[in-house]
């Protein structure tokens, strides 16, 4: 949980976070800035052991080590460089022009929408996520769907994935022209789930 701007976050995710901090504080009695200075005296170098580490000698929880963690040892860009998070993740010239396809897309049919990339892809919201992509292994791109996979010939069913608890739906996309008007239909139909 890194930094973080307004431009890729809800305001729902904004308050969570908030009050992910503020909790911490309240049940700790310290701040984050001051677990952050815990942390970095860990001897621990793994993230998984400065979990455990902080799990075991001070007894915060994993979301909150997670937190602090985040704050004391960042591992690349952060929300709040979205740019940057966008350059490492689509690092193939197709993929990457397909990603613009779709967000040049929601940002024209709903200007309201929250584009927020993360360190493995990129989420679409309105209050919730209702759609996200990634690239894939191939030069494509995978859009995840919260929508039954009979809305769409195009659609296969969603495997289990970290960035997707929401969809159930998979549409593969492999040039910036499979972003069509099936495509804003599909998303459309999502935007109202969001």
């Known amino acids: ?16 976070f908030a009050s992910v901090a503020a909790g911490l504080e309240r049940d700790t009695g310290k701040t984050l800035a001051q677990w952050v200075k815990i942390a970095k005296t860990c001897p621990e ?4 052991k400065r979990v455990q580490w902080l799990k075991e000698k001070y007894g915060l929880g994993v979301n909150r080590a997670a ?4 704050e004391a040892f960042p591992d690349g860009p952060g929300w709040d460089e ?18 613009e396809a779709v967000a040049k897309l929601v940002r024209k049919a709903w200007p309201e929408a929250v584009i927020g990339p993360r360190k493995t892809f990129v989420s679409f919201s309105r209050k919730v996520q209702f759609a996200a992509i990634l690239p894939t292994k191939d030069g494509g791109a995978e859009l995840g769907l919260p929508l039954p996979v009979s809305e769409s010939a195009r ?18 996309l492999m040039t ?19």
Do not use: C
Not at 45 to 48: A, E, L, M
């Open 1 to 16: 949980m890194a930094r973080k701007t307004d431009a890729t976050l809800t305001e729902r995710q904004q308050k969570w």
């Open 67 to 70: 937190q602090i963690l985040a």
């Open 82 to 99: 979205p740019d940057a998070l966008l350059d490492q993740l689509f690092t193939d010239e197709n993929a990457r022009a397909i990603y």
């Open 155 to 172: 659609l296969s069913p969603m495997k289990k994935r970290p960035w997707a608890e929401r969809h159930s739906a998979l549409l593969a």
């Open 176 to 194: 910036p022209k499979d972003v069509d008007g099936e495509v804003k239909r599909l998303l459309a139909l999502a935007w109202e789930k969001g």
């Open 45 to 48: 170098t793994t993230p998984k």
